[in-house]
């Protein structure tokens, strides 16, 4: 049968759930789809509360297409002092994992394609687990959720210890207001999930199909960039590579370098229904075929209408691709296996368009270290990129991620309790610092 769940803001989700289940069953489904702990749940139907939770679906009267209301209890505190030391209080508080549990939590990940091949590529043992051998994959399961249920009791012994600390102490102080600001942290990602969830998904980048002498092609539209680009492969397909000018050869700067190997200066382009005039650099790197970059937009006075998702170009409209029609370096996955590693070869800063950078678009000409005879000033190569500043100050570099070479401000145990969900070191402290700590909801995070 299908259940509705809605929480105290009005969300709705909704869960396909066996009549026969047991509602502590129920309770760790809920905890997945709505990350909130089974312990702290506060499940309503019909306005009475469900309390008996070895009881199943129907013997309480739940029925197909239900509404049940969930909402968050406020987490017990212990008016000792001394029982904060106390360990494992808070799992014999809360539903400790069974067999049962995870056998359930298996069936939902195998009926759900989505859901499988997220954990598939976040954590390939325990996807293979849950398809191959049941017995391993409830093992594994409920190692891992001892281990989150560990971490939460350390951090609510550690809340409890600073709201029993001396309100005095300097140092009390700046713990409370660390734990107040990494509390807002978390409330205000909460807020944007709930809110507007679309800002943690993927943004499909801009592509349309183009022709170039004859030879068909999908071009990325990249209004960051500053000149249109090609790579060699292309235009030795196109048959234009014996146009190419060597005299404009050079090195491209931003996320690491590229070689460029010269310019052609007119190439015959179809958009829509038109033949325009293009120049196009070569450039070596093999991310991206044709860059379509700022040069032809502002030279054809192109417009890039997002609410109609075209490209217009002299009042036709050309349409921007879907994410199945992209290459397959551009869609969902293909960007991590093309992208560059940071090393200090010349080739990789080409390879950064696909996923949104548009590090190719500054170009440093090199005149002096042309085959062809080059003019006596070799300064700047005439009709060369628009630019005469050193190749220092065209394009500083940016700056790597601090995120994941900064030490972390969190525990060894809650860094190995979110790796041990099959993400990398980097992934779980990015995720950590985003929700201010919080372990289930950085796993939550991660899992979107």
Not at 145 to 156: A, F, G, L, T, V
Request: proline share 7%; aromatic share 4%.
């Amino acid at each position: 049968m299908r259940l509705h769940l809605s929480d105290e803001d009005g969300q709705i989700h909704s869960l396909d759930v066996d009549g026969n289940m047991e509602l502590e069953n129920l309770g760790a489904l809920i905890e997945v789809e709505m990350s909130i702990p089974s312990n702290l749940q506060h499940v309503m139907h019909n306005g009475n509360e469900l309390t008996d939770m070895k009881k199943t679906i129907s013997a309480v009267g739940i029925q197909q297409d239900d509404m049940l209301l969930v909402r968050r209890r406020a987490p017990p505190r212990q008016s000792a002092p001394g029982a904060a030391a106390r360990p494992g209080v808070g799992r014999q508080a809360g539903q400790v994992p069974t067999s049962a549990m995870a056998e359930t939590i298996r069936q939902q990940i195998l009926a759900d394609p989505h859901m499988l091949r997220n954990l598939s590529s976040n954590n390939p043992e325990l996807a293979q687990a849950a398809m191959n051998d049941p017995a391993a994959f409830q093992r594994m399961f409920i190692e891992l959720e001892n281990k989150r249920r560990d971490i939460e009791e350390q951090q609510r012994q550690a809340e409890e210890a600073l709201a029993n600390a001396d309100p005095f102490d300097v140092e009390a102080q700046k713990r409370i207001e660390e734990a107040i600001r990494q509390q807002n942290i978390s409330q205000n990602m909460e807020n944007a999930m709930e809110y507007h969830p679309e800002s943690f998904g993927r943004v499909v980048m801009l592509y349309i199909d183009v022709e170039v002498n004859g030879h068909h092609v999908k071009a990325f539209v990249d209004s960051g960039a500053q000149a249109t680009i090609m790579s060699p492969e292309l235009a030795e397909k196109c048959n234009i590579m014996h146009l190419l000018d060597v005299r404009f050869a050079g090195v491209a700067m931003g996320v690491g370098t590229a070689k460029i190997l010269g310019r052609i200066h007119s190439a015959q382009m179809k958009l829509g229904t038109q033949w325009l005039p293009c120049s196009l650099t070569v450039m070596e790197g093999k991310d991206v075929d044709l860059l379509f970059g700022l040069d032809m937009l502002k030279r054809h006075q192109a417009v890039i209408d997002l609410e109609k998702n075209v490209l217009r170009i002299h009042g036709d409209e050309i349409r921007f691709l879907s994410e199945h029609e992209l290459p397959p370096k551009a869609r969902w996955g293909g960007e991590e296996a093309a992208s560059p590693q940071a090393s200090g070869s010349a080739a990789p800063g080409a390879a950064q368009p696909p996923a949104g950078s548009s590090s190719p678009s500054r170009a440093t000409p090199n005149p002096a270290a042309a085959a062809a005879p080059a003019p006596t000033n070799n300064t700047s190569a005439p009709g060369g990129p628009p630019s005469s500043r050193p190749a220092a100050a065209q394009a500083a570099p940016l700056p790597p991620r601090a995120a994941a070479s900064s030490s972390p401000q969190h525990s060894e145990d809650k860094i190995k309790s979110v790796v041990d969900l099959g993400f990398s070191r980097e992934q779980a402290i990015g995720a950590l610092d985003a929700s201010g700590g919080n372990v289930e909801v950085a796993a939550s995070f991660l899992f979107q």
